[in-house]
C-alpha cells in the first residue's frame, strides 16, 4: 500500500532510496518498500539525477521583512487607542503616514 507523503522525505531516506535504486530495483519496488508514492520515487531519483546530490536546494524569493520599530510603535498604539482596530485599518494608517 502507497500513502502520500505531504512532507519531504529525509535525508538519510532519500539515500537509502537512492541505493536500492542502483542496484536496480524497481520504482514500484521501492515505493512500496519506504510506503511512497512511485512518484516520489521517481522524482528523488530525477533530482539526483539533474543535481548529481540529493541535499535540498535553498529556497528562492525574497526573505520576509522584520518589522521595523517604529512600525511596532505605531501598530501597538493603533491598537491601543482603539481596539478593535483592523489590520487592514493600522495598514492604511501606516501607509497613510508615510
Known amino acids: 500500500m502507497t500513502t502520500h507523503i505531504a512532507n519531504k522525505t529525509s535525508l538519510p531516506t532519500r539515500e537509502r532510496i537512492i541505493a536500492f535504486w542502483a542496484e536496480g530495483e524497481s520504482n514500484n519496488n521501492i515505493a512500496t ?37 517604529n512600525v511596532v510603535e505605531h501598530i501597538e498604539f493603533e491598537k491601543l487607542s482603539k481596539p478593535s482596530t483592523s489590520a487592514v485599518e493600522i495598514q492604511a494608517a501606516l501607509l497613510n503616514d508615510g
Do not use: Y
Not at 54 to 62: H, M, Q
Open 33 to 69: 518498500r519506504f510506503g511512497i508514492t512511485r512518484h516520489t520515487v521517481s522524482n528523488i531519483v530525477g533530482n539526483m539525477m539533474e543535481r548529481g546530490h540529493l541535499l535540498d536546494i535553498k529556497p528562492g524569493g525574497k526573505p520576509r521583512e522584520i518589522a521595523k520599530p
